[in-house]
Nanobody, 121 residues
Framework: QVHLLESGGGLVQAGGSLRLSCTASGTIVSIDDMAWYRQAPGKQRDLVARIMSDGTTNYADSVKGRFTISIDNAKNTVHLQMNSLKPEDTAVYYC???????????????WGQGTLVTVSS
């Protein structure tokens, strides 16, 4: 089993910053990528940022220049530094990870429970 534990959500004023963290634990052999998605009320879940095992990153256009994703491979932990937050960034943020694990099935694809980010105007 592989599990994700998220932390760092909360309430912040517009223009402020928050840092989300997500740690993967369990029978992990290797991680292919880790990512953050978000889902606002009544909307679909969308990709915010992804980081691959080789360090390649990609971001949603709406967060480019404001958010930075990074990974600590030794700790299987991904961080999302969110600066210049806007009210439209308000959403539940979900961590996602995929890779290989011991046992069967070898491939894992898991989601965290979500952490709420609220940006007040």
């Amino acid at each position: 089993q592989v599990h994700l534990l998220e932390s760092g959500g909360g309430l912040v004023q517009a223009g402020g910053s928050l840092r989300l963290s997500c740690t993967a634990s369990g029978t992990i052999v290797s991680i292919d990528d880790m990512a953050w998605y978000r889902q606002a009320p009544g909307k679909q879940r969308d990709l915010v940022a992804r980081i691959m095992s080789d360090g390649t990153t990609n971001y949603a256009d709406s967060v480019k220049g404001r958010f930075t994703i990074s990974i600590d491979n030794a700790k299987n932990t991904v961080h999302l530094q969110m600066n210049s937050l806007k009210p439209e960034d308000t959403a539940v943020y979900y961590c996602h990870a995929s890779g290989l694990r011991t046992g069967l099935p070898r491939y894992f694809d898991v989601w965290g429970q979500g952490t709420l980010v609220t940006v007040s105007s």
